[in-house]
């Protein structure tokens, strides 16, 4: 295990249902990252949060929220989905936002939107 | 298209042979990652390797960079069936993000 514990594992969801992706790390880092995983693409950076504070937003549509409690937490608040955003969706962290730091990955959540 | 490509997409080998996968890039880097994805789960650091760096080990992984031709290849010696997974190359660019590549899908046949 990396450290890092993502909840749940499968989602299956409607194109109006509302629902929320939960990322923990007890790795004591400081940057939590949120990343979409789709059939024969690259992995896409969705948000990057450095010290409970957005740093980056990779022109995510906004049926996608994100939100960083703590430093240990990072959700992702889901309305309204698309089915094309049926994807894995992982969730990262590392010390700092430097990206010469290692980034520990979550085993991720399947979702499916019907 | 994207910063980081790998090459193949797909390799499948026996127990005991080496894997070769390969990986090129567009702009210039401060480093470049490899990560490893088992199915359906999430990416584990393998090694980093730093730009102004052209060989580095760990275990059974050997990397290479090569900044003149904006390649990088990952070596898995006797390769075990454990291995079987996908293998991504990642860059960091200045000021930038991690950009990952598709990804090479090796199997690795007992």
């Known amino acids: 295990e990396t450290g890092v514990t993502q909840t749940p594992r499968h989602l299956v969801m409607g194109m109006t249902n509302k629902k929320s992706l939960k990322c923990e790390q007890h790795?004591?880092?400081?940057?939590m990252y949120w990343y979409k995983q789709s059939a024969k693409k690259p992995l896409e950076l969705m948000f990057v949060y450095n010290f409970k504070e957005q740093t980056e937003n990779n022109s995510v549509p906004s049926r996608f929220s994100p939100e960083c409690p703590n430093s240990s937490h990072l959700f992702l608040h889901l309305h309204t989905l698309q089915p094309e955003d049926s994807a894995l969706y992982l969730c990262?962290?590392?010390?700092?936002?430097?990206?010469?730091?290692?980034?520990?990955f979550g085993p991720g959540t399947r979702l499916t939107v019907l | 298209s994207q910063q980081g490509e790998e090459d193949p997409q797909a390799l499948s080998i026996q127990e005991g042979e080496n894997a070769t996968m390969n990986c090129s890039y567009k702009?210039?880097?401060?480093?470049l990652q490899w990560y490893r994805q088992n199915s359906g789960r999430g990416l584990v650091h393998l090694i980093l390797?730093?730009?102004?760096?052209r060989e580095k080990h760990s275990g059974r992984l050997r990397v290479t960079l090569d900044t003149s031709k904006k390649s990088s290849s990952l070596l898995i010696t006797a390769s075990r069936a454990a291995d079987t997974a996908s293998y991504f190359c990642?860059?960091?660019?200045?000021?930038?993000?991690?950009?990952f590549g598709e990804g090479t899908q090796l199997t690795v046949n007992p």
């Open positions: 702009t210039s880097i401060n480093n």
């Open positions: 990262a962290s590392s010390p700092r936002t430097r990206f010469t730091d290692t980034q520990y």
């Open positions: 390797i730093r730009s102004n760096e």
């Open positions: 990642a860059t960091e660019t200045s000021g930038s993000r991690l950009t």
């Open positions: 790795l004591g880092h400081n940057a």
